[in-house]
């Protein structure tokens, strides 16, 4: 049995810088990852068989346009296999929230599916599927700190910061990353600046958090109830939301945050992690 873990994607930062015209946004980003994810276990079988299970679970509907489902298909297409696979989810992670998802489910399987084949990880076929799956499944493919440009799937690494305490708090909301998109006034604010992770992140911003809030306004809340803990260097929505975070200077710091947050909003779903 082959295990991988689907990282929790973070922007720490997301400038959209254009409509396209093939429907998607040109848009600069900064990908961390968080020490948490989904679970992804495969393995070889007589029949294909895919089950989900997990915390959110429920949250999944049929197969038929699972990401999972869909990477592993590609995956035995681009690399012309044939034997099945038995395939576990472990949805530890909200769905439809701006922290990967379906990308880092997609991501995980097609790592998982490389080892079992020993298909290296440069392959350019296994970065064929990951685009072809989704703008955001390249980047978790690598759960590497990053720079994203084009739709996302264009990556630089970057320096990142390891064990950098963050929180993150979804207030129950699910969001369409399209829909989300829609909502962009138009405006280019320009590009993400110079510097360090920290410093251009800081100076950053995601052009998303504004059309996200008129979907959901619960959004606004969140941000501001993180913005007033004692620590937070960085408070911001990650993607399309609804989920938001922030990075701490300590994990003490980031304990007390979640006791407040949580005794504030017991309904809202909290994780304490820190940046791989
Ligand atoms: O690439 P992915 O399938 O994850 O994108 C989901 C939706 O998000 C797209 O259909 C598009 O509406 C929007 N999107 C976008 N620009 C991007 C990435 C995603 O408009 N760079």
New binding site residues.
């Given amino acids: 049995m082959i295990e991988e873990t689907a990282w929790a994607k973070l922007n720490l930062a997301l400038h959209v810088r254009a409509r396209r015209d093939d429907?998607?946004?040109?848009?600069e980003t900064l990908f961390v990852f968080a020490r948490h994810g989904d679970q992804i276990a495969l393995t070889p079988a007589e029949a294909d068989s895919f089950t989900i299970v997990g915390p959110f679970a429920d949250s999944l509907t049929g197969e038929d346009d699972n990401l999972v489902t869909r990477a592993r298909d590609l995956f035995r297409e681009r690399f012309g296999l044939r034997g099945a696979v038995a395939i576990t989810l472990d949805k530890q992670l909200p769905v439809a929230s701006g922290i990967g998802g379906g990308?880092a489910d997609a991501a995980a399987t097609l790592r998982g599916l490389a080892a079992m084949h020993m298909v290296d990880m440069g392959d350019p076929r296994l970065i064929d599927c990951a685009e072809r799956l989704?703008?955001?499944v390249p980047a978790c493919l690598r759960s590497m700190t990053a720079l994203g440009q084009g739709?996302?799937e264009t990556l630089s690494a970057l320096a990142g910061m390891p064990g950098t305490p963050v929180l993150l708090v979804n207030p129950g909301v699910a969001l369409s990353?399209?829909q989300v998109?829609?909502g962009w006034d138009g405006i280019d604010r320009g590009p993400i600046g110079k510097g360090d992770l920290i410093s251009r992140a800081v100076q950053a911003r995601n052009d998303l958090e504004k059309p996200a809030i008129a979907l959901a306004p619960v959004i606004a809340d969140v941000l501001s109830l993180l913005e007033r803990q004692p620590g937070a260097r960085l408070v911001r929505m990650s993607g399309?939301g609804a989920t938001c975070f922030a990075l701490f200077d300590s994990a003490q710091a980031c304990a007390d945050a979640a006791s407040v947050v949580s005794a504030a909003h017991p309904d809202w779903w909290l994780l304490e992690s820190e940046l791989l």
Avoid: E
């Fill in positions: 429907g998607y946004h040109a848009l990308s989704g703008s955001d739709r996302g990353t399209g998109f829609d399309s």
